[in-house]
């Protein structure tokens, strides 16, 4: 049966729709607009698959755990992996950032003072798309954090056993985690021996941040290999935390030189991240 | 009902293309299945497919592909579009110049949303492997319903 073209009429909706569906693209870009549908899909999304979850794959698990007498060495199995992944980020609060427990005032925030031991809240990764971390600008993640309080965790850092990978760019009960590779994210960084500082914004490509100077006015010569660390002056992150090393140095016209920074941190190396207020 | 069938098939469509994405983004080649799948809704459609379902459908798949809002809407709307205005056309083409539009069809939106969601690292190599395996996915779809039995043959 033949088809009819469209009409005038149909031919002006779909200008509409079209010029409807720009402007909303046009101010999610722009503006994250949406950023609470989105948040509250993904909420529901997250909410729901591991409701299926428990009460279906989680059931079968159980069913096949009871049937082994294997079920206590399981349960011990992973309660020993937790405690090895929290001994991990405990271990990189100590020997990568004692500065951090020494120097500065971080020690004064209350929700610090409650524990000494654990200064810090722990998350566990709910949400995170490898397609969009290996393909596009945005590097986003969803954590929970595991919290009796109901604080509000935005702007907190979020890392994990590797270092430094983000920070909290929305707080609900998933907090979302904007990478320190997101296309929009900056920090700023500085050499070891404080006489060179530079903001590093996101690649969009995993692992690597850029930082981009002026040789005409910061005469310094940055080597491949050179360590770069976190300055604190944007108040997000404190100073001294490894960030990377240069990867390479790119001249893209006589004002302007491109360092590419490989990050040391990783964000898919462990499901529980550190989240902290410094 | 048929509203519910597109909304599952898109779904699970969407998933299928992100498993696979994750595999073939390595070899610079994106295969955007949804978008050709619905691509083949409306062009396998008796009726003219109404721009408010393309819009609706469009904002729905940005939703669950966690993308902009409004990237496939508008994509979904032009090619409904250009199917709707084209669809009698189609009847005198060839099945290969039919799969060349639908495979450069996906490779426009292959570029525009790139342009949109990764315009730091936009690659042009990328581009033209898409477009030359679109147009052979496109071809390999068509040659292969032949083979199909007869009730998927209908539909196809």
Redesign the interface.
């Known amino acids: 049966?033949?088809?009819?073209?469209?009409t005038r009429g149909?031919?002006l909706?779909?200008l509409?729709?079209?010029l409807?569906?720009?402007?909303?693209?046009?101010f999610?870009?722009t503006s994250n607009s949406?950023q609470f549908?989105?948040n509250g899909?993904?909420s529901f999304k997250i909410s729901s698959s591991y409701f299926l979850n428990q009460i279906t794959v989680e059931q079968f698990k159980n069913l096949k755990e009871r049937s082994k007498s294997k079920k206590f060495l399981l349960e011990e199995n992973e309660n020993l992996k937790d405690a090895l992944d929290l001994s991990y980020l405990n271990n990189y609060l100590i020997t990568k950032e004692n500065k951090f427990y020494k120097d500065h005032d971080i020690i004064k925030y209350p929700s610090l003072d409650k524990s000494a031991q654990s200064p810090f809240k722990i998350a566990q990764l709910r949400s995170f798309?490898?397609?969009?971390f290996?393909?596009?600008?945005?590097h986003r993640m969803f954590i929970e954090i595991i919290s009796d309080d109901e604080n509000n965790f935005k702007e907190f850092m979020v890392f994990n056993s590797s270092g430094i990978i983000g920070q909290i760019i929305h707080s609900n009960k998933y907090s979302e985690v904007m990478l320190l590779t997101d296309?929009s994210h900056y920090i700023p960084l500085k050499s070891i021996t404080n006489d060179f500082f530079c903001n590093a914004r996101g690649?969009?490509?995993p692992g690597i941040v850029i930082c981009t100077y002026n040789p005409l006015v910061d005469t310094r010569e940055v080597e491949v290999g050179q360590i770069f660390y976190s300055s604190g002056l944007g108040g997000i992150f404190p100073k001294d935390i490894e960030i990377g090393k240069v990867n390479k140095v790119i001249q893209i016209d006589p004002t302007t030189i491109n360092l590419e920074i490989k990050l040391s941190a990783n964000p898919l190396k462990s499901d529980l991240f550190g989240v902290i207020r410094y | 009902m048929k509203y519910v069938k597109i909304i599952f098939s898109l779904i699970l469509i969407n998933v299928v293309d992100q498993k696979i994405a994750s595999f073939t983004y390595e070899y610079y080649l994106i295969i955007p299945l949804t978008f050709l799948s619905y691509s083949l809704y409306v062009y396998k459609s008796d009726s003219n497919t109404s721009s408010g379902e393309a819009f609706l459908l469009g904002l729905f798949v940005d939703l669950i592909s966690e993308s902009f809002l409004g990237l496939n809407a508008v994509f979904f709307c032009l090619i409904t579009y250009f199917i709707n205005i084209y669809s009698n056309a189609f009847k005198i083409f060839s099945y290969l110049q039919i799969c060349i539009f639908f495979g450069l069809a996906s490779s426009a939106y292959v570029g525009f949303s790139q342009m949109i969601i990764n315009l730091w690292n936009f690659s042009y190599v990328t581009l033209f492997i898409s477009s030359v395996f679109n147009i052979i996915f496109c071809i390999f779809i068509a040659i292969s319903s032949i083979y199909l039995p007869y009730f998927v043959k209908r539909r196809l």
């Open positions: 049966m033949a088809r009819i073209s469209p149909q031919k909706l779909f509409i729709y079209i409807t569906g720009i402007c909303i693209l046009y999610d870009i949406f549908l989105k899909f993904k798309d490898p397609n969009t290996n393909c596009c600008d945005r296309i690649s969009g490509r």
